[in-house]
């Protein structure tokens, strides 16, 4: 008799922990898949620590092979999946397409990042979801402070050392804590003008930070972080992110370089598309994770809503607290279900809570027991060492340097700006020219073409720019301000079959947005590419830019030119200065320039100052390839890891508004969901 075959959509909190209970459970009677995009588990509560240079990107991440034995590993994305067939179709990375059947289904596809509809978010901002997101926030930050310490002006200086958060949730709150501190210890090395100081401001629609916490903490949280010269600023958000700035919700305008988008984040776009009832964009499921209808097929984490039995009537928050516990129920009830054993339903206590404000800074409340300072800091740093399914000891190391010699600031280079676009289903994944991509359907937080432009009319075929309607513009009669804090996350506790060896993750996912009015549920912006601008064929001849070049701009630092791509046919003698063909993949041609662009390498931009813009391609080119999303004055000598271009820039005129342009990539979700589903 065949062995059953069971499949496993994701990796994250809720799919590890789902794969590892079914491992132990099934002993070897089942074949059990993973499909997930890479092969590591992300220990999503650290990431500001990789962000703030204190850890090492790989401390945060898990073998995925190494620690779930007897488990097949399978690299791709799930595009499709045919529930009456019993398969899913997925694109693994190198553009090559598999389906994998199965008996039982786990969805675990986990959340991406939630966006509002503020005009310019979509093309300035970039949020904190994974790891090439966090790999690039401390490449830009050190950047910014290097170019600050030899800027010409003071006004220049200032607008680069000026660090704009929006959310003051978990992830804000930590992201702007450990950010001051990186950029504090990067001036000492990097002396600025007289005067001039990092400057780090905090936004959020809420009155207060950490708005869904025990008011004590967040007291203590705000206390640390107005102490440590931080501009907390409740009730105000972003009405307009710019290439110099951004307009805040009060009036003032703000002069930056830096807008780090950490609002929230909403279901992965894959459980819509399997036509099934949701809430909010969450797959429906029964207290045992079991889809209704569909009793082959569970779901878990932050893709399923799952009844809260200790609040009836309401579903469990979208935090890796629940998800862990709820991959360790799912692991077994999908077990019991090959057994025809009984099915538990998903229970859960909060015990406490954790939130990391670096150094020896942190706030707690283990079983109801306030702390702060150094006692909440060790208990925070203990909890997140307990909680690690791997690499404790390599993690208590970069602990113990950071606190015994100075941070290393160097930038490695390895992510451009554009290839970590805001509005991505693939948060976990750069975006490499050429590369396959998933894009994100509409639902909540997703912007659609309504939400961006409005009616039909000049500018909906990408031909002028439109002026994307005001953050109170959302649907359903709620407010849209952008800025919202995230729901709980416990700092311990424990759930129903959840007492194995490793204890419960009970620290969540980078900020889920608020449900209620204040954070407003509205579309955000749902194209995160900016247009790729190809020049005319007397462009770019002599040593400029040639298609997706090295990127290397003017003397400032600043890129201020599109970044044009070439076919693989074009300028292939140089493989060093990045004009090549591209990642030589099979998801399509790039878009070629005229016979006469880039011929003798790369160089500067034409349009160095950006006073011009260069000639747009015919309406067919240029409007589906990767890696078009304006950069954020960055320097355009930054290297780029595996990555054939430049980094194209964000103050080019001509640029398309997010959410006008299609898709790219070879294969694409079919299933839309309108505003009504919601």
């Known amino acids: 008799m065949a062995r059953p075959r069971i499949v496993i959509v994701g990796a994250g909190f809720a799919g590890y922990r789902t794969a590892r209970t079914l491992a132990r459970e099934a002993r070897g009677r089942a074949d059990i898949t993973v499909l997930n995009p890479t092969d590591y588990f992300l220990y999503l509560p650290l990431l500001p620590q990789v962000a703030a240079g204190l850890l090492e990107p790989r401390r945060v991440t898990v073998s995925l092979s190494g620690t779930l034995r007897e488990v097949r590993l399978v690299l791709g994305e799930a595009d499709r999946i045919d529930l009456d067939g019993r398969t899913v179709h997925y694109t693994d990375p190198e553009g090559g397409t598999g389906t994998l059947a199965y008996d039982r289904l786990v969805l675990a596809a986990g959340s991406v990042n939630k966006l509002l509809p503020v005009p310019g978010v979509a093309e300035h901002a970039h949020g904190f979801r994974g790891l090439p997101e966090a790999l690039y926030l401390r490449d ?12 010409d002006s003071a006004e220049d200086c200032a607008a680069r050392c000026t660090f704009v958060v929006v959310g003051a949730g978990y992830t804000g709150t930590e992201v702007a804590a450990h950010g001051q501190q990186f950029t504090e210890a990067l001036v000492r090395s990097h002396p600025l003008r007289k005067g001039i100081r990092p400057r780090w401001l905090l936004l959020d629609v809420a009155e207060r930070v950490l708005p869904e916490l025990d008011e004590q903490l967040s007291r203590t949280a705000d206390r640390v972080l107005r102490r440590r010269g931080v501009e907390v600023r409740m009730g105000t958000s972003v009405k307009e992110a710019t290439g110099d700035g951004v307009l805040l919700t009060d009036g003032e305008f703000v002069d930056t370089r830096t807008l780090v988008w950490c609002v929230g984040v909403r279901p992965d776009p894959l459980a819509e598309s399997l036509g099934l009832p949701l809430e909010r964009g969450r797959l429906l499921v029964e207290p045992t994770l079991r889809v209704p209808g569909r009793p082959e097929v569970f779901a878990c984490g932050d893709a399923a809503a799952v009844p809260d039995l200790e609040k009836p009537g309401q579903y469990t928050p979208m935090t890796a607290q629940h998800a862990w516990r709820q991959g360790t129920v799912a692991g077994r009830n999908v077990a ?13 206590k909060d015990m406490g809570f954790v939130v990391d404000l670096g150094g020896a800074q942190a706030a707690a409340n283990p079983l109801g027991v306030h702390l702060a300072g150094l006692p909440a800091g060790l208990v925070t740093r203990g909890y997140h060492l307990a909680a690690l399914p791997g690499n404790r000891v390599r993690v208590a190391a970069d602990w113990l340097l950071d606190a015994v010699l ?23 994944l750069a975006r490499v020219p050429g590369g396959h991509e998933r894009r994100p359907a509409s639902g909540p937080g ?31 009669g709620q407010e849209s301000g952008p800025g919202s804090g995230s729901g709980p996350r416990s700092g311990s506790g424990s759930g129903s079959g959840s007492g194995d060896e490793d204890g419960p993750i009970v ?7 608020k449900e209620d009015p204040e954070s407003g549920s509205g579309s955000g912006s ?12 007397d462009v770019a001849k002599d040593g400029q830019e040639s298609g997706s070049g090295s990127g290397s701009g003017s003397g400032s630092g600043d890129e ?3 970044i044009v791509t070439p076919t693989p046919d074009v300028a292939k003698e140089d493989p060093e200065s990045g004009s090549g063909s591209g990642s030589g993949d099979e998801d399509g041609p790039l878009v070629a320039p005229t016979p006469d662009v880039a011929k003798d390498g790369p160089g500067s931009d034409p349009a160095e100052d950006g006073s011009s813009p260069l000639v747009a391609p015919t309406p067919d080119a240029a409007q589906n390839q990767p890696g078009g999303e304006p950069a954020k004055n960055q320097p355009g000598g930054e290297p780029a890891k595996n990555q054939p271009g430049g980094e194209p820039a964000k103050n080019q005129p001509g640029g398309v508004p997010a959410g006008s342009r299609p898709a790219s990539g070879p294969a694409q979700r079919t299933h839309t969901r309108s505003e009504g589903d919601q």
């Open 140 to 151: 830009h930050i050190t950047r910014q402070v290097e170019l600050a310490a030899g800027a």
């Open 336 to 348: 019991a279900s090959l057994s025809g054993g009984e099915l538990r339903p998903y229970r859960h």
């Open 406 to 428: 100075p941070r290393q600031s160097v930038q490695l280079g390895l992510v451009r700006s554009w290839s970590v676009p805001l509005d991505t289903a693939s948060p976990e």
């Open 446 to 476: 997703a912007a659609l073409a309504q939400d961006t432009h409005g009616p039909a009319g000049p500018g909906d075929d990408g031909s002028s720019p439109v002026v994307a309607p005001t953050p109170g513009a959302a649907t359903d």
């Open 507 to 513: 620290t969540p996912t980078p900020d889920v947005a």
């Open 526 to 537: 749902g194209d995160e590419d900016g247009p790729l601008v190809a020049p005319t064929p």
């Open 560 to 562: 201020d030119g599109p």
